[in-house]
């Protein structure tokens, strides 16, 4: 405002301040963390027990997060809908499971250096081979059938089918059990509760990719184009971006990042199934629904939310954890049928 | 004759034959293939053409993605076995839990569509995978109810079983209550399929196509997409329903594995998708060849996989277990070459 030129208006345009309850519309979805927690934490009663469920809570959300938010981003971008997202995170998960066993020196030592060198060594293995997956996914089968919703959906189905089969072939047809790093082990006490170590890095993993994402998007130009390209796709390329490349960038990263959420999750859950991506996806959907189609901060808080509700549920009444998940996806669209955080709207 | 098939023909020599011969072979089925497993593939098929072509009312004819058919064919089939269960063995008990099978779909799919349609088509492919899972999940879980991962075994009228002989004997064939079922089975999937294809010949199967087409034209017409989608969602789930109780009174058991497992959903794509998206015929076509198939390509497999055991990694892709994988392999080439389906590609021969 400081330099004007000639024949602007000599005013300053005024913003008509939000009213109360606009603004508290505007920030419900980001409140409905802490309200979560502290409804968990008046039903559960104990601290240290509240403490424990929330960060493995926590952790889980992260994880399912770090799957989700590739998928979100490449339906935004390209109104593509990829259902054979969850084949990267099992093919992520027998990749590094696979190199963690062949580092087997480095993570039986009880060396914390060793031990994260191992897991870095396998998280990079599995990124690199679900990354160039990925591209081949976009080159193959996704490519031409862009535009057509229902031959997006049954084509990327069939290609999740192959590459679980393939996993099978390759990796033979039984669960693979593992043990985690010998410093990932066991529990680290914190402000009176017992919390296992595993999660506490999981959640600082989850909470770093989350401020990463968020700042190349806010802050890079390769952000903004992808930001642009997720309002309005035409627009952009008539500026002359080829939304294309970078449509294909993010399919990449969104399977680089999937692959990362697979070894997460197989190190989390100490077995690893082919059908693991598959179930995962489950999640990762109900993720990407509530937290509204195209949204990472939507599905970041998504994530979370099941998470959380998923490990309260699972401690209070048992029986209700395999349904709760549904209940808050029904609950969240009877409130906003859109999900949480739209971003694409009417396409 | 025509107006028995509702004036769709199948506008092609080739097909007309080839409905002819499975539609002969399934009526004579008893008698012109004696044995055990041809009268169990003749009812599969029977059943699997009716659940097709209700699937197909959804993905051909309205074009919205569904991954819950299995979950509406097991209620269909749950409430025939959970009645059985706790009623006794009576045509009663199947009346009942067909109706009460029926009704359950019908409600569910009625919630589910009100939640995803009214939105985006494409919520409801990610609402089904979702809902459809955690439904399996629960069947499997409340095992005090459904026998989780067991099952359920339960007993259907004696007049329906094989224990039943009637003094009765035709073609050298000895009538007995399995034949009976067989032709009970037969008679309500002949005339399911005959009512699906008079539905989707109405002026409200032309309004489903038109939205499939272009939905937004449809609504701009005056017609209310919504509404639409919604019946059609809901027709599909109740044809399903009663092709569930089909398979439930016929195999006297009901588990997750036969009813509501993901590769049945996958049989079913593909039936859909190899008989020809958007005509019933064409899912009657796709449910006997992959029926037949899977009854006697996966024995073939077996030797295959058998005689190149010298070869590592050839044996383990021809193993009968992979199946699957030749299966998504078939799946995304016709998507890609045969969008129309053996039908289409029959019609468009015959109409050069």
Redesign the interface.
């Known amino acids: 405002m400081s330099v004007q030129s000639e024949g602007a208006p000599a005013h300053r345009p005024t913003f008509a301040a939000l009213s109360a309850r606009d603004k508290l519309a505007k920030s419900a979805p980001f409140l409905l963390l802490p309200v979560l927690a502290l409804v968990g934490l008046a039903l559960i009663g104990t601290w240290p027990t509240w403490l424990t469920l929330t960060v493995s809570g926590l952790a889980m959300g992260m994880m399912i997060f770090v799957m989700a938010s590739g998928l979100t981003l490449v339906f935004g971008l390209m109104d593509v ?1 990829n ?1 054979g997202h969850g084949a990267f995170i099992s093919v992520g998960a027998f990749v590094g499971i696979s190199v963690l066993a062949g580092l087997g020196d480095w993570t039986g030592a009880a060396s914390l250096a060793l031990n994260i060198g191992a897991v870095l060594a396998a998280v990079i293995a599995a990124m690199a081979v679900t990354g160039a997956l990925g591209w081949g996914f976009e080159r193959v ?1 996704v490519r ?2 862009y535009g057509a ?3 997006q ?3 990327t ?6 590459i ?3 996993i ?2 390759v990796w033979g ?1 039984d669960e693979i059990f593992l043990t985690r790093p010998e410093m990932l082990k066991g529990v680290t006490l914190f402000a009176g509760a017992a919390i296992e170590t595993y999660r506490l890095l999981a959640v600082v993993v989850g909470l770093v990719l989350f401020v990463a994402m968020r700042l190349v998007l806010r802050r890079t130009k390769i952000g903004l184009i992808v930001r642009a390209g997720v309002q309005n796709g035409e627009m952009v390329e008539a500026l002359g971006y080829q939304l294309r490349l970078v449509f294909v960038g993010t399919f990449v990263a969104g399977s680089t990042l999937a692959g990362l959420g697979g070894v997460m999750w197989g190190l989390y859950q100490e077995v690893i199934t082919a059908g693991m991506g ?2 995962m ?2 999640l990762v ?2 993720v ?2 509530i937290g509204g189609l195209g949204s990472v901060e939507g599905a970041f808080i998504g994530a979370l939310l099941v998470g959380l509700l998923q490990n309260y549920v699972a401690f209070l009444a048992p ?1 209700l954890a ?2 709760s ?2 209940g808050l ?2 609950a969240i ?2 409130w906003r ?2 999900g949480m955080l739209p971003v694409v709207r009417a396409k | 004759m025509i107006r028995l098939f509702s004036g769709e023909g199948p506008r092609s020599t080739i097909l007309a034959l080839i409905l002819i011969v499975i539609g002969l072979a399934l009526a004579f089925a008893p008698f012109l293939f004696p044995g055990v497993r041809a009268l169990e593939t003749a009812a599969r098929i029977c059943i699997f053409v009716v659940l097709a072509a209700s699937y197909d009312l959804l993905l051909g004819y309205t074009g919205i993605v569904s991954f819950a058919h299995t979950m509406f064919f097991g209620l269909g089939a749950y409430g025939v076995a959970l009645a059985s269960t706790h009623m006794g063995r009576g045509f009663t008990a199947l009346g009942v839990g067909t109706l009460a099978g029926l009704a359950a779909a019908v409600a569910l799919a009625l919630v589910i569509g009100l939640f995803s349609l009214r939105v985006r088509a494409i919520f409801f492919a990610m609402i089904t995978l979702a809902v459809a899972s955690a439904v399996t999940v629960l069947a499997s879980q409340l095992s005090a109810v459904t026998g989780g991962e067991d099952g359920l075994v339960y007993q259907i009228p004696r007049a329906l079983g094989p224990a039943m002989r009637l003094d009765l004997e035709i073609a050298g064939v000895t009538i007995t209550g399995k034949i009976l079922n067989y032709y009970l089975v037969f008679a309500i999937s002949l005339a399911l399929f005959l009512l699906m294809l008079r539905i989707v010949n109405s002026p409200f199967g032309r309004v489903l196509q038109a939205i499939r087409e272009n939905d937004f034209r449809a609504e701009a017409i005056g017609y209310r997409v919504v509404r639409y989608r919604v019946t059609a969602t809901c027709l599909s789930a109740g044809f399903a329903a009663l092709a569930g109780s089909l398979w439930a009174i016929w195999l006297r058991y009901v588990g997750p594995g036969t009813t509501l497992s993901f590769e049945i959903m996958l049989d079913i794509l593909l039936m859909v998708v190899i008989g020809g998206m958007g005509t019933i015929w064409g899912a009657a076509l796709g449910a006997t060849l992959m029926v037949l198939a899977q009854s006697y390509l996966q024995n073939l497999m077996a030797l295959a996989a058998g005689a190149t055991e010298a070869l590592p990694i050839l044996s383990r892709l021809l193993d009968p277990d992979r199946w699957l994988l030749w299966l998504g392999v078939l799946f995304i080439l016709s998507v890609y070459f045969f969008p129309t389906g053996i039908v289409g590609r029959l019609r468009a021969r015959a109409a050069r």
């Open positions: 809908i259902f089968l031409p059938v919703h229902l031959r959906i049954l084509v189905v069939g290609g999740l089918i192959v679980e089969q393939m099978h072939v047809p598959e179930e996806m489950i959907f109900v990407v629904i029986k395999l349904v998940n549904i996806m029904t669209l009877m049928p859109e």
